[in-house]
């Protein structure tokens, strides 16, 4: 009975909220991660950082997207039918193309690393090459991993996946910390003996940290490489100890599976439109990237004298030669990133746990279903993403100071936060996108989100390449074009899901409720900082223990608090939402007695 149950799955939001658990957990490492990070590799050696991941994140989605999904779907479809025999074909298949495509993706990255870096055409950057070079690998091992989590994700069951990525966080922690540690005081060693610092001649200490940068931030990415073979070990033994939860007597009740010969077609013939749609979307990163590395240099080359009058005060405290004010201003932007994938990679797992329950309704045609599941994505989209950006929003310079204070990275706090408030008004918008696209994915629509992503992302382009290169605007473009392209996205693909499912949405209690409560939660988050910072003493200059501190921690305290009221007094959740959790009938009761739930 055990394995029975095992084998049916997890419900959509026991499942997601494993997933947002383990993903919780693996930002919070995340964070832990970039601080001391940040702190080695410094604003120039974290703009190196970013600009690989910006060329390794498209090949690294290209490599695997469509194949999730694809088995995912076709997993839960199988398991919906009964048709156990074929699930296992299916896996079979997919761990083949898995690695070609993975195996691919690595030498690609490869082959690209030095005319990406060096050339004038892309982001003419010849420090960030060996970043690059350390990270590519981990596109195969990253393929292998999910050949795995897209199976069990199938079989709606999320654990597989959280708990690598958690392996795969600690990993890249550990040894990423501890080798760009270890290049830094290497090369610095080089430097105080006389010696060339990794091959280049240094007059001054700001001379000797401009070369190694480069190496510690290879170094440090090499870390990410690492992790994957770690994610990858414990789903391999995983497998091998507990297995899927399909027992002998499922398999011998289930039909004769399709040749695999016919299960590499579907799974190919399904992956084109949503490999086609992550290429566009990528591509477009990487031409965002290449586009605003290139266009803030040319803002640069024009007028200098705006640069230095705008950021004379961070461009002195981090002591930036003229020739890395690009690379210092992206890197600010970059930890601005950090936040902005903050809140919708948390909430991907909705995406990810609605895939095989809107697949298995929509193969049993079970309406009610399907209006419960999409209800239910949006609803729990809403109730996540709107208090914690704004929340985000209201607290993001003194958020930014409790993590950066002291650091390499404390100059650029006043140019990151206005992007981290920007991205953390605009979560929800940026948080949704992703599950409706899985969502769409499953009905078997993964052609709509290509057609709006080729419109949003040419918008995005256009903004980038228009904004970037205007002098007294630079790198505060750069969010304006993906706030463009997300918003037409998520409008587009809403429109076309609602109308494929004949769902009708019921907006009041669905989203407007949880949207008030939220909006609510992030003006007491920003009247209480305000209050507070005036009350507590400022303390000690440079330190962490001072007053904007407990201002911003009892301000998030209280947020919280008031939000859980402002959720009962809205009537925002109901019991039937309570109980679709684990342990959900105890917790409904307790809430109903607390008048938090009608």
């Known amino acids: 009975m055990a394995n029975k149950n095992r084998a049916q799955g997890q419900s959509l939001l026991s499942g997601a909220m494993l997933l947002m658990m383990t993903t919780v957990i693996v930002h919070v490492i995340g964070i832990i991660y970039k601080i001391p990070l940040t702190a080695i590799l410094g604003p120039v050696g974290r703009g190196y950082f970013t600009n690989a991941y910006e060329i390794y994140t498209p090949l690294y989605a290209i490599s695997m997207a469509g194949l999730p999904v694809a088995l995912s779907k076709m997993v839960a479809e199988r398991m ?53 070079l350390m990270i590519a ?52 060693a080089q430097f105080k003996a006389g010696q060339p610092v990794y091959g280049v001649v240094c007059k001054n200490g700001e001379e000797a940290a401009s070369a190694i940068a480069p190496f510690s931030a290879a170094a440090a990415i090499a870390g990410v490489t690492i992790g994957t073979i770690l994610g990858l070990l414990y789903l391999l033994i995983r497998h091998k100890t507990i297995g899927d939860g399909i027992t002998q007597e499922m398999l011998l009740s289930s039909p004769e599976p399709e040749k695999g010969k016919s299960l590499r077609s579907q799974i190919i013939r399904f992956a084109i439109p949503v490999v086609t749609s992550s290429l566009v979307l990528n591509v477009t990163n990487f031409i965002d990237a290449w586009t605003v590395n290139n266009r803030v240099l040319a803002a640069v080359h024009k007028a200098p004298e705006v640069f230095h009058k705008m950021y004379a005060a961070e461009l002195a405290a981090s002591n930036v030669l003229d020739k890395d004010i690009k690379s210092f201003l992206y890197g600010a932007y970059g930890v601005a990133l950090d936040f902005r994938n903050l809140i919708p990679t948390i909430i991907m797992a909705l995406g990810l746990s609605a895939i095989p329950v809107l697949s298995g309704a929509w ?60 991205y953390g008004i605009f979560a929800l918008i940026l948080s949704v996108s992703t599950p409706i696209t899985n969502m769409l994915q499953a009905i078997g629509r993964a052609d709509v989100p290509l057609k709006a992503l ?145």
């Not at 069951?157 to 990423?176: C, D, H, R, W």
């Not at 970037?468 to 706030?483: D, F, L, Q, R, Y």
């Not at 109308?499 to 003006?523: I, Q, R």
């Open 137 to 188: 690998p981990s596109i195969l091992f990253a393929c292998m991993m999910s050949s795995y989590r897209g199976y069990y994700e199938g079989l709606r069951n999320m654990a597989p996946t959280g708990y690598s990525q958690v392996f795969e966080t600690i990993g890249k922690l550990v040894f990423g910390l501890i080798l760009a540690k270890w290049v830094q005081i290497h090369g610095l």
């Open 454 to 598: 080729l419109i949003g992302a040419s918008a995005k382009i256009v903004c980038d390449f228009t904004l970037c290169s205007i002098p007294s605007i630079n790198i505060k473009g750069a969010p304006v074009g993906t706030i463009v392209c997300y918003l037409y996205i998520v409008t587009h693909n809403l429109i076309v899901l609602l109308k494929e499912t004949k769902v009708k949405v019921d907006w009041v209690s669905v989203v407007l409720k949880p949207f008030a409560a939220g909006a609510l939660a992030g003006g007491v988050a920003y009247g209480f900082y305000e209050l507070f910072v005036r009350v507590f003493p400022e303390g000690a200059p440079g330190s962490r223990m001072a007053g904007f501190t407990w201002a911003t921690l009892l301000s998030l305290v209280l947020s919280v608090l008031l939000w859980v009221v402002f959720l009962g007094m809205l009537r925002v959740l109901t019991s039937q939402d309570i109980e679709s959790l684990p342990k959900g009938k105890k917790i409904a009761k307790v809430l109903e007695k607390m008048h938090v739930i009608g």
């Open 363 to 422: 193969a049993t045609k079970d309406q009610a279903k399907m209006k419960s599941a999409i209800q239910t994505v949006l609803k729990t989209t809403t109730l996540l993403a709107v208090p914690t950006g704004f929340v985000m929003a209201a607290l993001s310079e003194p958020v930014l100071r409790i993590l950066y204070v002291g650091t390499n990275a404390e100059s650029t706090i006043s140019i990151s936060a206005p992007f981290v408030a920007i």
């Open 80 to 132: 919906a039918t009964g048709k156990y025999r074929e699930v296992h074909a299916i896996r079979s298949e997919a761990r083949k193309l898995y690695f070609i495509t993975g195996l691919a993706g690595t030498v690609i990255l490869w082959a690209l690393a030095w005319p990406y870096t060096h050339s004038s055409v892309f982001i003419n950057t010849p420090e960030a090459f060996w970043s690059i």
